[in-house]
């Protein structure tokens, strides 16, 4: 397979872009595979990738039930960032942070990702001391972190309303540079051919519909294709989580299906070169390359699979970008989706071993899903692979809940509505 | 006259004119013109440039599908940004540029881009711009570099920084029926259902009823179609059960039949009316929702159809006949259905040539042939057109016999001269708010067209919607709809008499004429029927990759025109039905949506203010306001010339000198009323209340279930059955809902009220030595000595006259009271107690001296409890009752929250004398150049006057078992290094004797 | 989304707070059961299809509801007090319908 | 005693306002009741607090949710199950009801201080409103003399219609100047006055 690059492009562009080839082969599941991930959204897609790269594993298929990236990796608002308050959160996104940092080149594909920064502005002093204990966290596990005045975040973003008569004044911000956003689709695309050239069967349209099991454990899976045997089931279906392990016979688990909606504005030339979030609600906003104001606040709040949100949230959203940028309401919101998200009990994701012999589980992912998709890629192709955590995902286990050892960035106990 | 008006037809008003600018350029229009037909009846034929090649381009359509003529219209400083001139009404004043141009739009740089058109290809990006893998530029850093650039080309008009004067509001309704769209259908459906006397609200995007009628030349009960929407208008507007919204697009249907809908209420105005809002949102709740939609004429795909001058057949129809413009003198048609037909026709009535119809089918029905033969067009069947010329406007074009069946092109290409070409690619019902609402749209081969899902929610569609184009069936379904959404029985009814031309409504399946030339599928975003081709190739043949990896459909447009031609391409190169391709669903907005019109009342209001009673007099005395959630509360009461830390400092010592009064309002209150309010109060309390006696108030302690600590405060028992719990301002409406739910849903059988009367009280602690004095000389109908008002006793008296219980607890550490009284006089008591405190160097102060006496105590606030901490790292195990069993104890053991290496809470003193910082960290050894090995970190801090030290409230790991160790602070982000004393949180006179007096 | 107060009348989803999972039962206070009180806390049905949840009428009569909703469709099949002796006040509100 | 202060003081201005093209079309006012009282009945109870409240204040309460009455002077309606918001434009309400509500009937929460009393009327009341609630304002939805507890965001509202035209508004105090601002500037499209 061709690898991309200027020249390539030119050479094809010559030859009238006939010669292209797919990103990736449409191939038949086989019968049996050494490993099958189920999920063909960008977490599933980078164990693959991982699982063949690091690990040499590489009869490895990829179960998607629609088409590649139709999950979340597909419907977010792109944001990357490592920028968490307690460590076990603040070192996986870190280690998430670097895969992004060389991504494009690891995967010959052009991800986008762009560190232009990303801005929490506070608007009380309490608020800004919050921040600067999540900076100081982050620059003791050797994180870029800084704080910001408001004179220097009105250089950075001149149409944020900074004044002093705002119903929340702006009196800081913590900034990380590191972070940015990146092309959603592209990081799905860009693991998929990566881990297809490596060998990766990725199976589209291929839906699971049940676990073969002996006794407690899981040998494969049944599927809209035939069944598919395996050594080691991988579940990647963050949204669905709820849904897939009901499947295996496992009725509840700690975790909800919320809808997150999000929302782009009709292209603008520049107008905002960074990511930035506001304080006194939930609200964060970027700007795409192509033009469009990219952003999103809250989950609407209640339990969904249904992709699609209500107007309280769209109304909320609105409400607040204004707050901070008032000259943006001439500006037209041009689309809006929803996205399915797996909340879990307190804000933090599940990468782990089990439940059930032979099962691997990869969920909980709150609405922080597409900036993991590196390093949750690599820690459970780490985990499939040996058969244990590594440190980074160690503290990610399922019966942390039970034993009181959360990882509650947000403080909010078991509110999943609240994380 | 302008060039290209006619001198008679149309809906606009010739006798008044309109003066507007267009990129600087003066030009009039009339009464009832967009900018879009006003700008074509003065000659103008470019009016924007494509997104990625910057080609030029006019107009594709008379509608809110209109992908080319994107302008930003200026109100002063504020901008809005591409707006399509076909939806702007013009008024006098206007002014509009062009957008994506430099340095203008008739000489645009950007065109360059035309040139490497195939390196341009679809996701081009995503296979170069990395970079090199080492160097300067290796990461992320080349491609950021590249970006910059990348950036500045892409994008349409741009946004403003300066806030927009205008106003928005909402506007909440509720109706019966909710119709959408006002031609002959939902005209029909909408006078249906209110003569059954239903509640019916009729929207339609346009600022005139009608619709189709208002073009189609068509005779309605022997009546124009015009005038018969003139009367039907009329009758409902008669009727006071019916709401006609015009200029109003419904662009989201919701759950529950909820819907939202956009009404331009003043844009096409000069100047609003006072206090009139630009943008009005409906968010409307319908019973049930008539969709009379219509339908979106599609283009042709075909080399140069995106050419100034090529346009939608419909719509050239619609600037003759509703408009009174002709968009051309020469003009061809292209059709593959009938429709364009009667376009042609009514262009030739209007006084253009109509010089060919190339119909890409063999052969056309007589009546069409009859209808050429009219229109006095040289009919060309089995024919396409395979190039178009001319610059910024047609000149001419290429024709060339057509064999639909293989799709092949033979013969010659013959040239002919026109200035203006219009194509017809058949019809696609406007579904949009069908499959928003929930399902999956049904491809119709006969109509080649999606047609509505099944019904998901209330609604009934009509006409064209439903794939029923002739105006007769349009009429019958809007009345069948009427009826079937007032849920009345659907009855026959006498014909109406429709004389309209024939029209066969099934196309011939031709999407794309394959011939040599950029053949646009998306014009707004440059997608071409290549580029659908390369998405195949390369696998993304999925209609969601399709989109994505072209962006076909992804522009301001929503893809209204584009869809259906580019699935149609992937379809034929896949070998493979078009439905097996799929549908994108479609979201909302239906077309795109103010902003402003959304956050609506709340723009520029964020968020209510919410006052103390004593609010105004703080700001009357000097206060300076610190806003904490939605309150607002006294900072500091500084004097002239003070910092914060010094003004803070002076309330706090003379406070401990002598006494200060705080307005403590905020903290939340809650009645817990009932025979099992004691019981109650038990178990959500880690703590006993049962045991406290009626006068006494209890500082409580609350857990989450999940066992850690949740929220504190103390809670006064006024009668047997009768309480006051007070609750941190900051949770206050959190510790409402615990408490409602667990007697709503956990014990219902508890017989316990609890009521919000955080607004019923003025709160006014006054503490310090002189505290009990002050009262003393002011309070009146009790006593306030040691043994009528001892420690957390209550008693009830009156000040100046108004009725005030009076709590004795101390926050601040010093003898100290709370006061309170009924709202409405606690400005009146605040008052009094200030002027009775003023003999004894009273002083008032604000949240900075409070947090810096409460520092000094070490009690915990917020910072504290802050979600993660259990009621043994807050040292308050001492609350945790063993008697009985609260919400939280069952929980509240587990491994994690008993860990040795859990952050507790102590006490900082900065051992160099200088001022701590929130958020600092706590380390045992500095590493300045690499700070790590954080062991907590300072959760409020404050220089204490009563240490004369700088002082902290920590959260260390170990805790207590560092007491009287050193460590030091870390804060890299503000380079706040230093060496800290560890000690307990109990700074200041930790036995208590000063407010145990 | 509007869900149908049985108090109240239907009214906007932006006036209701949601509770969550209805079929979590909360064990009884003194109970040493961790596995039930683990359960009770942390563990959730969250199924694909109807779904019995509870909210709060939190910005009208302040009342808990317990919906059934499916998740997929937000299709409310019923609703109903959590406490069964609003009943009666339901059952008023049923009558008054013209 | 001291009078009761205000909490719209700074922000009530008597007189006309907005535009008037049409005439004024709504008229805004503090009503200050000199009581506001919560009323909740156990389960089972309702029906004797109902007619305790009818000893009262002399008001029948019509059966069924949200009903009430007024008679211009004292008013009650029912705004959650079992309980009922009763205003007087005397004080000394509380003390009334705590005679002949039993620990065993109900409960009596004095919120004469808590909550700020705006009456809003005139032909574009319902018009304004609808800016700010969802809920049904028409007449026949929402008949004279009934009660809907209702937000606009953070705002929480008891609305009693006590007139064709004319509706009562109970709002935190703590609320009462933001709302009433809100108020008073969605008015100004139609015209009102303050008196």
């Not at chain 2, 870390?970 to 145990?996: A, C, K, Q, W």
């Amino acid at each position: 397979m061709a690898e991309y690059s200027a020249l390539s492009l030119l050479a094809n562009a010559l030859k009238g872009n006939k010669d292209w080839k797919p990103a990736w082969r449409k191939p038949d599941p086989k019968a049996s595979y050494d490993v099958v991930i189920i999920g063909g959204g960008g977490h599933g897609l980078a164990t693959a990738y991982y699982l063949a790269k690091d690990h040499g594993i590489t009869n490895v298929a990829v179960l998607e039930k629609g088409w590649l990236g139709s999950g979340n990796v597909g419907r977010n608002t792109t944001a990357v960032r490592s920028n968490y308050l307690l460590p076990a959160n603040t070192r996986f996104y870190e280690h998430s942070m670097k895969l992004w940092e060389n991504l494009s080149h690891e995967l010959n594909y052009n991800v986008m990702f762009s560190q232009r920064g990303c801005l929490n502005l506070a608007h009380t002093p309490a608020q800004f001391d919050d921040y600067a204990r999540r900076g100081n966290a982050m620059r003791h596990l050797g994180v870029d972190a800084e704080l910001m005045t408001p004179v220097e975040i009105k250089r950075l973003i001149p149409a944020l309303d900074i004044s002093n008569d705002a119903r929340f004044p702006v009196v800081g911000g913590l900034m990380q540079r590191r972070a940015g956003t990146a092309r959603h689709d592209a990081v799905a695309w860009g693991y998929a051919r990566g881990a297809d050239r490596r060998g990766v069967d990725i199976i589209e349209n291929c839906e699971v519909t049940g676990f073969l099991r002996d006794g407690d454990r899981v040998t494969g899976v049944t599927t809209s294709r035939g069944d598919i045997r395996a050594k080691k089931v991988a579940v990647a279906v963050a949204g669905s989580t709820g849904r897939v392990m009901q499947l295996a016979g496992i009725e509840t688990m700690p975790i909800e299906s919320h809808v997150l909606q999000a929302f782009v504005t009709e292209s603008l030339k520049p107008f905002i070169d960074t990511v930035v979030t506001f304080g006194m609600g939930h609200f964060y906003m970027s700007q795409s390359d192509k033009g469009g104001l990219v952003y999103g606040g809250d989950i609407d709040g209640y339990n969904s699979y249904a992709q699609r949100g209500n107007l309280p949230i769209v109304d909320e959203v609105m409400s607040e970008m204004l707050a901070l940028f008032p000259g943006l309401a001439r500006v037209r919101m041009l689309r809006s989706w929803g996205g399915v998200c797996d909340m879990s009990m307190d804000g933090s994701p599940i990468i782990t071993m089990g439940p059930l012999p032979g099962m691997y589980l990869n969920c909980g992912w709150c609405y922080g899903g597409f900036k993991a998709t590196p390093a949750s890629g690599w820690c459970f192709a780490w985990t499939i692979a040996k058969d244990q955590p590594h440190d980074f995902n160690a503290p990610f286990t399922l019966d942390r809940f039970h034993r009181g050892l959360v990882i509650d960035d947000k403080g909010q106990g078991a509110n999943p509505r609240l994380h | 006259m302008s060039p290209r008006r006619t001198d008679t037809g149309g809906h606009v008003d010739r006798l008044k004119t309109i003066r507007f600018t267009f990129d600087g350029v003066a030009y009039t229009g009339h009464g009832g013109d967009t900018l879009a037909s006003a700008l074509l009846a003065n000659g103008v034929t470019l009016f924007g440039r494509s997104f990625k090649y910057h080609r030029p381009r006019g107009l594709l359509s008379a509608g809110v599908e209109e992908p080319n003529a994107l302008v930003t219209v200026l109100k002063g400083e504020v901008r809005e940004p591409n707006i399509p001139a076909t939806m702007v009404e013009i008024h006098d004043g206007l002014i509009a540029v062009s957008q994506n141009r430099f340095p203008s739009l008739t000489w645009d740089i950007h065109a360059v881009n035309q040139l490497g058109g195939k390196l341009l290809s679809a996701g081009f990006y995503y296979k170069t711009f990395m970079g090199p893998v080492v160097g300067p530029l290796k990461g992320t850093r080349f491609w950021m570099f590249c970006e910059h650039f990348i950036r500045r080309a892409a994008g349409l008009g741009s946004a403003g920084s300066a806030k927009d004067p205008a106003r928005y509001e909402r506007m909440n309704a509720f109706c019966d029926v909710l119709v959408v769209g006002s031609g002959p259908a939902g005209l029909m459906a909408a006078k249906t259902a209110a003569d059954q006397g239903a509640r019916v609200i009729l929207a339609d995007l346009e600022p005139r009823f009608g619709g189709s009628a208002n073009w189609s030349g068509e005779t309605i009960d022997d009546a124009s179609a015009a005038d018969w929407v003139r009367r039907t208008v009329a009758q409902l507007e008669a009727r006071d059960n019916v709401r006609l919204l015009p200029r109003t697009t419904v662009w989201g249907y919701y759950d529950n039949n909820t819907l939202a809908a956009l009404e331009r209420v003043s844009d096409h105005k000069a100047q609003p009316a006072k206090g009139e809002p630009r943008h009005r949102y409906w968010a409307i709740r319908a019973g049930s929702v008539v969709l009379a939609t219509g339908a979106f004429e599609r283009p042709l795909v075909f080399p140069g159809n995106d050419r100034p001058g090529v346009m939608l057949a419909h719509a050239a129809e619609r600037y003759a006949n509703e408009f009174g413009v002709l968009p051309g003198q020469r003009v061809v048609v292209f059709t593959n259905n009938d429709s364009a037909y009667r376009s042609a026709l009514a262009l030739k009535q209007a006084g253009a040539a109509i010089v060919a119809i190339v119909d890409v089918r063999p052969q056309p029905s007589a009546e069409m042939s009859a209808l050429a033969g009219e229109a006095e067009a040289e009919l060309l069947s089995g024919h396409a057109v395979v190039a178009t010329e001319g610059g910024k406007a047609l000149s001419g074009l290429k024709v060339q016999r057509f064999d639909m069946v293989a799709g092949a092109l033979s013969g010659d290409a013959r040239s002919v001269h026109a200035d203006c070409l219009l194509m017809s690619g058949g019809w696609s019902p406007t579904i949009h708010l069908a499959s928003q609402a929930g399902a999956k749209a049904e491809w119709n081969e006969a109509l080649q067209a999606f047609l509505p899902p099944k019904r998901t929610q209330k609604w009934v569609g009509a006409g064209a919607f439903n794939g029923h184009f002739m105006t007769l069936e349009a009429i019958l379904d809007g009345r069948n709809a009427g009826l079937t959404a007032v849920g009345a029985t659907v009855a026959p009814m006498a014909y109406p008499h429709i004389e309209s031309l024939p029209c066969d409504p099934r196309p011939a399946p031709v999407f794309e004429i394959k011939a040599k030339g950029k053949s646009f599928v998306d014009f707004q975003h440059d997608v071409t029927a290549e580029d659908v081709r390369l998405a195949h190739r390369e696998g993304f043949v999925s209609v969601e990759h399709l989109k994505r990896y072209t962006t076909l459909g992804m522009a301001t447009d929503q893809g209204k025109s584009s869809n259906v031609p580019g699935l149609a391409i992937m379809a034929e190169a896949l070998g493979k039905p078009i439905p097996e391709v799929g549908t994108t669903r479609f979201r909302p907005p239906f077309a795109p949506v103010s902003i402003g019109s959304l956050a609506a009342e709340r723009f520029g209001d964020l968020k209510p203010e919410r006052l103390t009673p004593m609010h105004d007099w703080h700001v009357d005395n000097g206060a300076t306001m610190y806003s904490a959630g939605l309150w607002y509360r006294p900072m500091i009461y500084g004097l002239s010339g003070e910092t914060v830390e010094q003004a803070y400092v002076r309330e706090a010592k003379a406070t401990r000198e002598n006494a200060g009064i705080v307005d403590v309002s905020t903290l939340g209150k809650i009645a817990v009323q009932g025979p099992d309010a004691a019981a109650f109060l038990d178990r959500v309390y880690t703590n006993m209340f049962s045991t406290l006696a009626v006068g006494k108030a209890r500082y409580g302690l609350m857990l989450r279930e999940d066992g850690f600590a949740f929220d504190d405060g103390t809670t006064w028992r006024l009668g047997d059955q009768d309480f006051l719990m007070t609750t941190t301002t900051a949770n206050a409406g959190k510790v409402m809902q615990h408490l409602e739910y667990f007697l709503d849903v956990i014990w219902p059988e508890l017989k316990a009220h609890v009521t919000s009367v955080t607004d019923e009280w003025a709160g006014a602690a006054i503490g310090g030595p002189k505290a009990r004095q002050i009262l003393a000389a002011c309070v009146t109908g009790t006593d306030v000595d040691n043994a009528t008002l001892p420690f957390m006793g209550i008693v009830h008296g009156e000040i100046s006259g108004v009725p005030v219980m009076i709590c004795r607890l101390s926050f601040s550490g010093e003898m100290a009271f709370e006061v309170y009284s009924g709202a409405g006089h606690g400005t009146h008591v605040w008052e009094a107690l200030v002027e009775a405190g003023r003999p004894f160097g009273l002083v008032t102060y604000g949240l900075e001296a409070l947090g810096t006496m409460r520092i000094e105590k070490g009690h915990v606030t917020g910072a504290e409890i802050d979600g993660r901490t259990t009621a043994r790292d807050l040292h308050l195990d001492w609350m945790l009752s063993k008697k009985k069993p609260f919400i939280g104890s069952a929980m509240m053991d587990r491994e994690g929250l008993v860990a040795s290496e859990r952050l507790e809470l102590v006490g900082l003193i900065a051992l160099d004398n200088r001022p701590l910082n929130g958020g600092a960290h706590i380390v045992e050894e500095v590493d300045e150049a690499n700070p790590h090995g954080s062991i907590g970190h300072i959760t409020a801090c404050c220089y204490s006057p009563a240490l004369g030290k700088h002082i902290a409230l920590a959260l260390v790991k170990g805790g207590k078992a560092r007491h009287g160790t050193r460590a030091h602070v870390s804060d890299p982000l503000r380079n706040r290094f230093g060496p800290v004393e560890i000690v307990s949180n109990h700074f200041y006179d930790p036995e208590g004797t000063r407010m145990h007096g | 989304m509007l869900i149908t107060c049985p108090y109240c009348g239907p009214r906007d989803v932006i006036e209701f707070t949601y509770q969550g999972d209805g079929n979590r039962e909360r064990p009884d206070p003194a109970s040493q059961n961790f596995e039930a009180w683990n359960a009770y806390v942390y563990d959730r049905l969250n199924p694909a299809g109807d779904h019995n949840e509870i909210w709060q009428h939190s910005g009208g009569c302040r009342v808990h509801l317990r919906v059934v909703r499916n998740t997929l469709t937000h299709e409310i099949s019923n609703v109903a007090f959590v406490r069964g002796d609003h009943s009666s006040a339901a059952r008023r509100k049923a009558e008054d319908k013209p | 005693m001291a009078e009761r202060q205000s909490p719209l003081e700074p922000e009530f201005h008597v007189g006309s306002h907005g535009n008037f093209e049409h005439g004024v079309e709504i008229l805004l006012t503090e009503t200050r009741p000199g009581s506001i009282v919560q009323l909740a009945a156990w389960p089972g109870e309702e029906k004797t607090l109902m007619a305790a409240i009818r000893a009262v204040t002399g008001l029948a309460l019509p059966d069924g949710a949200g009903g009430g009455s007024s008679d211009g002077v004292k008013s009650v309606f029912g705004f959650a199950p079992g309980k009922f918001t009763v205003t007087d434009e005397a004080e000394g309400l509380a003390s009334a009801f705590a005679k002949v509500v039993a620990p065993a009937m109900g409960t009596v929460t004095d919120l004469s201080h808590g909550r700020t009393a705006i009456r809003i009327a005139g032909p574009k009341a319902e018009w304004v409103l609808s800016k700010f609630f969802a809920i049904d304002f028409a007449l026949p939805a929402f008949p004279v003399g009934a009660g809907r507890s209702t937000t606009h965001h953070d705002v929480f509202a008891q609305i009693q219609r006590t007139g064709t035209d004319q509706f009562d508004i109970y709002v935190f105090r703590s609320f009462a100047r933001s709302f009433w601002k809100a108020l008073c500037h969605a008015s100004e499209e139609v015209g009102y006055e303050v008196q």
